[in-house]
C-alpha cells in the first residue's frame, strides 16, 4: 500500500495518507483568543481533508490540547457548531504545554475516506 505526504518538510508532513487513513499533524492558527485560534485550526483541517479526499463527517478521531484547560469551554462552542452533529469522532482533550506560548489550542486528526 502507497504511502502520500502533504506539505511535506525536512522534519514533519501536514498529512500523511496510508490506504484510506490520514493522520494530520497536530494543527495550530493564531490569534488572540482560544476561540479564534480554535476557528483556524478547524480551517486548516477542513482543508487538509478536502486535499486528502475526505471531510470532516469521516473524522474516526481527534484529540485536542490546550494550554489551559480553562479555556474548555470557549474551545468547545466552537468545535461544536463546527463538528459533523450525526458523525461525531472519538475525542480526548488534556491540557499541555503546546509548541510556542502563542498558541493556546492544538488539534490533531485521524480520519477515513473511500
Known sequence: MSIERLDK?????????HGNTIYL??????GADV??????VLASIDSLLARA????SRILSATIWLSDIAN???MNAVWDAWVDQENPPARATSEGKLAAPKYLV?????????
Open 106 to 114: 492544538e488539534i490533531i486528526i485521524v480520519a477515513a475516506r473511500d
Open 72 to 74: 474548555f469551554a470557549d
Open 35 to 40: 476561540a479564534s485560534q480554535t476557528r483556524g
Open 9 to 17: 518538510g525536512r522534519r514533519m508532513s501536514e498529512a500523511v495518507i
Open 53 to 56: 479526499g475526505t471531510d470532516k
Open 25 to 30: 499533524a497536530g494543527q495550530v492558527a493564531e
